[in-house]
């Protein structure tokens, strides 16, 4: 809210804060302990864990120091080891065989895999047992104290805790490193694995080889006996069939077959061109005969016969039939006549015998037709069952002569000794010891230790639910924190005025003053002030008359802060009252020295004026003290209901009235003086007071609608929090200026 005088307007800016804290001081939407409107306040700055890191910076170091002290003295105490490395060459491109198909067989694109195995290979017990009994390495590894079986020694598998097989990346290199406390051992161990493993690689594959042989050689004996089979079963199907290749008689008897069916088909063709020129001719007509096969004669003497048939006609017509050349042509003419008769005659028998013979040629075909494809249907049947023999019969030959080829190849291969693993660099006697690692082993301690110290300063102030400043009050309260003020290390029990002796009264216990405690009392009371501005000055829309100071447990120095900030008060020109309200375990009496007899509970109880229970201190003027008088819990539980009136008698006589209430949490009647007050103060132990009950007692009061002008944090250090560092500034300030005021 901002007022403008001039105008006497009021502009009200709110936002979504601001109604939900307007709504919750007005009690319509109460604040849960820790309750936040922006889900991004509630989330811890990083600037929060560099403080937690720089205030536990010298445990933090301790810590790392300690570590790397350790493990300097560790690795100085361990045996040195030295390590030697022999390089395996594995070329895939070499053939594993001299002949054969794995001669010629490529390289596989499965490299990782395939030297994956080698690096297990190494590592058998197959390659690892014969280095193992040469050197002795099973007696030099077992322990003095655990006497061992040496059967068993000898069955259990081998496992060399110090050998490492590596591979470089992106070769087809292995590295064999053995570690030892002789570095002549260590080199000797190495090369003998390397040539344990080239040796065993050999082993694996001639057994493999000589098993594969003889695993050949016992078929091939069974194979032999079954190619015989097939051999013998062969030859007797040629015996019965009479023949020896029943492939090629088929295909004679196929191409006998089609012939003979081409003829017989022309043979029919041919029969019936007779057929019909014999029943044409048979007809008698002159058309028939010449038109069959033998009508060529017919056809010239059918010329000549009416050549002479003209003439006859040319000469009947000039002569008579007693003239010479009338008979010549008509004898002629009837020896045409009887020449042609006969010549059809003659067609017709000729005809009718080609016809018969044609009817006999197809029967003779169609018998032969039939009789060749009997005879090519039963050796076509019996073809197929000679090509399975056949067939058979081959396959094992075949089978036979392979297997005999596998073993000559088995033989040769099993006696050559493939040079795809080699040894390309022997291992030497190291000069140094690579175990321990001391730099190694420093930078480790220095990372590790500094990780976990980290951690567990993180962890603690993780698990820390302690309230430290006032970003973290802020955060979970939704409260502003109003002041805070530094420890002074010479208070104990906070029972002593923390102020220069001219102000403590006579009577009041008086701390013992050390180097330094001046510094201290001049922070304290430049804190206090600030509060008190804070206080007053900022309640500048409504003027705060009544201040009710609590907290949320006790011991958090209320009484303590309540003094010295009427004290602060009064000595700048203002009158005021101090109220010790809390009637359970009052405290401002011993604090300045007054009368524990008189007090504001005999006021109550007895119903006297409690203007006659103020005291005026004078070594302060303008300060008015209402002291609670003896202990009563009567009193106390009245105390809610007579406070309201007190106020309103005091207030025309006072600036500002300061009540010291009891702690908030499990004591009913400051519920009741904050209700009464214009302005209530939480005070809190930075470092000791416990979040939700900081929390739970500020939602409590602004449930209640009281108004909570903040919290103030008491005893701040510099493990509580970076408010410590301003206070600093002030005591510097101060050391400043007067100095400069000395010298000048």
């Known amino acids: 809210m901002r007022l403008n005088e001039p105008s006497k307007e009021i502009s009200i800016v709110v936002d979504d804060r601001g109604l939900r804290s307007l709504a919750a001081a007005q009690g319509f939407l109460a ?39 350790a493990s300097l003295i560790v690795s100085r105490r361990l045996t040195p080891m030295y390590e030697s490395t022999v390089t395996v060459d594995v070329d895939r491109s070499v053939p594993t065989a001299i002949v054969g198909q794995e001669a010629a067989q490529s390289m596989l694109n499965d490299a990782d895999q395939f030297l994956a195995t080698q690096i297990n290979l190494i590592q058998s017990d197959a390659v690892l047992r014969p280095v193992v009994d040469q050197y002795h390495l099973r007696e030099a590894s077992k322990s003095p104290n655990q006497p061992v079986d040496p059967s068993l020694l000898r069955d259990s598998p081998v496992v060399l805790k110090a050998l490492k097989v590596t591979r470089p990346a992106n070769t087809y290199l292995l590295q064999i490193g053995y570690r030892s406390e002789n570095p002549r051992l260590a080199a000797s161990v190495a090369n003998a694995i390397a040539r344990s493993y080239v040796e065993h690689t050999y082993t694996i594959r001639f057994r493999s080889a000589a098993s594969l042989s003889t695993f050949m050689e016992k078929q091939l004996e069974e194979l032999k006996a079954k ?12 015996k019965e069939l009479d023949v020896i290749n029943p492939a090629e008689k088929t295909n004679i008897l196929s191409s006998r077959l089609l012939q003979l069916n081409t003829d017989y088909t022309n043979a029919q063709t041919e029969r019936v061109k007779k057929e019909a020129a014999y029943k044409s001719v048979s007809s008698g007509t002159l058309e028939a005969a010449q038109a069959s096969s033998q009508g060529e004669a017919l056809k010239s003497l059918t010329e000549r016969l009416g050549q002479a048939q003209e003439r006859f006609a040319e000469v009947k017509a000039h002569y008579g039939e007693n003239h010479p050349e009338y008979r010549k042509a008509e004898t002629q ?40 494809k009997a005879a090519f249907d039963h050796v076509n049947a019996r073809s197929f069952e000679y090509e399975s023999l056949k067939h058979e019969a081959e396959a094992d030959k075949k089978l036979y002569d392979e297997l005999i080829t596998k073993i000559r190849e088995a033989g040769i291969n099993a006696g050559f000794q493939s040079n795809t693993v080699r040894i390309a660099d022997n291992a030497r006697p190291g000069l140094r010891p690579v175990f321990p690692n001391i730099p190694l082993n420093i930078c480790l301690a220095v990372l590790f230790s500094t990780v976990l110290a980290v951690g567990a300063a993180v962890l603690s102030d993780t698990l820390d639910t302690t309230i430290r400043d006032a970003e973290q009050v802020t955060r979970i309260t ?17 029972l002593a005025l923390a102020g220069p002796s001219a102000l403590v009264p006579s009577g009041a216990i008086i701390p013992v003053r050390r180097a330094g405690d001046d510094r201290m009392m001049r922070s304290f009371e430049e804190a206090v002030g600030t509060l008190r501005n804070t206080i ?53 009496d011993r604090k300045l020295g007054l009368q524990a007899d008189v007090g504001l509970s005999m006021a109550i109880l007895n119903g006297t004026s409690w ?13 008015h003290v209402l002291a609670a008088g003896a202990p009563s819990r009567r009193a106390a539980d009245l105390v809610g209901k007579a406070l309201p009136q007190i106020l309103e008698e005091a207030a025309p006589e006072f600036d500002l009235v300061i009540v010291d209430a009891p702690p908030a949490l499990g004591f009913p009647e400051p519920i009741e003086m904050a209700t009464a007050v214009d302005g209530v103060a939480v005070v809190t132990l930075a470092g000791q007071t416990n979040r939700k009950a900081l ?22 250090t510099k493990d509580a929090g970076d408010s410590y560092y301003y206070h600093g500034y002030y005591g510097k300030y101060s050391r400043y200026y007067m100095a400069k005021t000395e010298t000048a």
Request: aromatic letters at 6%.
């Open 333 to 372: 003419l009837n020896q045409i006549q009887t020449q042609f008769s006969a010549a059809g005659r003659g067609i017709i028998r000729r005809v009718e015998v080609e016809y018969r013979e044609a009817v006999s040629r197809e029967g003779m075909l169609k018998k032969a037709v039939t009789e060749a």
């Open 536 to 588: 007053l000055l900022g309640s500048f829309d409504r003027r705060i008359r009544s201040l009710m100071m609590t907290s949320a447990t006790p011991g958090e120095g209320k009484s303590t802060v309540a003094v010295h900030l009427a004290i602060a008060h009064a000595q700048q020109g203002h009158k005021t009252l101090l109220i010790d309200c809390d009637l359970r375990r009052p405290s401002i």
């Open 695 to 716: 929390a739970s007692v500020v939602s409590t009061l602004q449930r209640l609608r009281a108004n909570v002008v903040g919290v103030v944090l008491n005893e701040i």
């Open 227 to 238: 190619m015989e089979l097939s051999n013998a079963a062969l030859a007797q199907f040629e």
């Open 611 to 623: 203007r006659a229970a103020v005291t005026e201190i004078g070594d302060v003027p303008n300060l």
């Open 478 to 494: 939704k409260a502003e924190v109003i002041g805070g003020l530094p420890q002074v290390k010479t208070w104990k029990n906070r």
């Open 31 to 69: 604040q849960p302990p820790g309750w936040d409107a922006d889900p991004e306040e509630q989330s811890i700055p990083l600037s929060h864990y560099l403080w937690v890191l720089r205030r536990h910076r010298w445990k933090i170091l301790s810590f790392v120091a300690i570590s790397v002290v």
